[in-house]
């Protein structure tokens, strides 16, 4: 079996970054095969549960306030709501359910009370919960893990050094401390980052190797190709290439090799085959659903064709680990 690495150098990372596709692939693959089933696929939804007004400035983002896009604000959703769309998302195949929220941080309020209540609702349905809030204190991540959340998802987006280019309304060591308070909690992390914003490919190197050297790696990488956004900064973008995809993918398998890697946004512009080369090179978690937050993403339909073409399977909840105990009580108000 590979060996978990927690020293990796960016000097290492940008070697297996930059081997021949060929030859990376083939690693992946290998690496992929010694640690999770190839016939496996984790199937998530993810569901903005309160949409846009965003203050942030993140350049990619169709929620931030300050751009004139298409999105329509919405207030948080109820908890009847969620838990109806959870049991959809359940009923459909998917084992995880992911609630975002177009938050800068999570505050203290009737709000996130809402919020407690829809992760014990998802969790007591039996799929893997994940919520997406923006930044998280220690306390904020101790009372979602005693709903029963699962894992938390908090992007690095890119590199340290390339950050600034994207976003101004939050630092990188933000991004950190929230990590590290749902890392204390008990919480699984899911961080990864967007490819395609005008980074370089040191960007993405330096980005995996900041992951790859987290005290313990990610329990779930998500790898997104920019879908650009009429209104947003990064409108006029160019498209991500396949093989950037699949480099990015590849080398997190390598480096990362227990981490569910996540074919995440830009998959609706891929067709089977480039699918199918991301699942070789390592991937194992999709998103399922119209609608990624915001920005489209293939529907059931055609994600049950890809499984049948490629004969893969729905990775079951909670594999391998236990389903977090509820040890928190909302009181009614």
Known sequence: MTALRTDWTRAEIADIYNSPVLDLMYRAA?????????Q???????????TGGCPEDCAYCPQAARYHTAVKVHKLMEVDEVLTAAQRAKDTGS???????????VRDNSDFDKVLD????????????????GMLSETQAQKLKDAGLYAYNHNLDTSEEFYGDI????????????????????ISVCSGGII?????DTDRIGMLHTLATLPQHPESVPVNA??????????DQPRVSVWEMI??????????PKAMVRLSAGRVRMNTEEQALCFLAGANSIFAGDKLLTTPNPGEDLDQQLFQTLNIRPRKAFKDVSQPAVVFEQIPV
């Open 196 to 200: 395609g914003m005008g980074e370089s």
């Open 118 to 133: 829809m992760v014990q609702g998802v969790n007591e349905m039996g799929l893997e919960v994940c919520c997406t809030l």
């Open 95 to 105: 084992t995880r359910f992911c609630m975002g929220a177009a938050w800068r941080e």
């Open 226 to 235: 920019l879908v650009p956004v009429e209104g947003t900064p990064l409108e």
């Open 247 to 256: 480099r990015m993918i590849a080398t997190a398998r390598i480096i990362m």
């Open 167 to 186: 976003i101004s309304t939050r630092t990188y060591d933000d991004r950190l401390d929230t990590l590290g308070h749902a890392r204390k909690a008990g």
């Open 40 to 50: 496996e696929v984790q199937v998530c939804t993810l569901l903005s549960v309160k």
């Open 30 to 38: 290998t690496v992929h095969r010694e640690n999770h089933d190839p």
